[in-house]
């Protein structure tokens, strides 16, 4: 059976990430980026843009919405129905089958599964509040490398890979896709002072 793809990278919604987009919903989940050429793209789905339903069905976590997205067939059309600057609004998106992706986009999703992790870009909110430039934070994690190697949490700030930093999850992506063997990530928790080192094989 032939998947369909979206082309979106997603995490939970919570009450901070309410108060930063200045909306009272705390279900649905958020979109952190998109990939290039994709589906999402075209359709005209923005980031920062809160999915609340695939067609009647509402979506409460990213692990739901990555589920109803796989039962779909590449060329189905779906509506998704989103929150944009605290006004609804019905999208209309057409999937895209995997094999029609971008070499760049299968190898993104392959270390990012290998890995066992989500990720997204640090808000201006957070990098003002931890005083940094640039990072990536780790919002969950599942069976992987990274679960499987290291003691990171969830919540892990990476800002650096073998030492050269990291500033946004392309850049991330980029630095782990043609790794091999050991690699050293840098980073910070939110909450706990100091910087934490986690080392784990490729």
Known sequence: MKHGYLGIVISDMNVEKAKMLGIPETTGVIVDSLESNS???SAGIR???VIEKVG???VETATQLRELIARAQPGEKLELTIIRAGKEKVIPVILMPVEALSKNAIASDAILKALGI?????????????KLSGGVKIVSISPGKIAGQTGIRTGFIVTGVDGQPVNTTSDFIQKLQDKKGGVMLEGVYANRPGVYYYAFGL
């Open 39 to 41: 589906p999402a793209i």
């Open 47 to 49: 980031r920062k843009d």
């Open 56 to 58: 009647n069905h509402p």
């Open 118 to 130: 989500e990720v997204s870009n640090l808000t201006s909110e957070e990098k003002n509040r931890l």
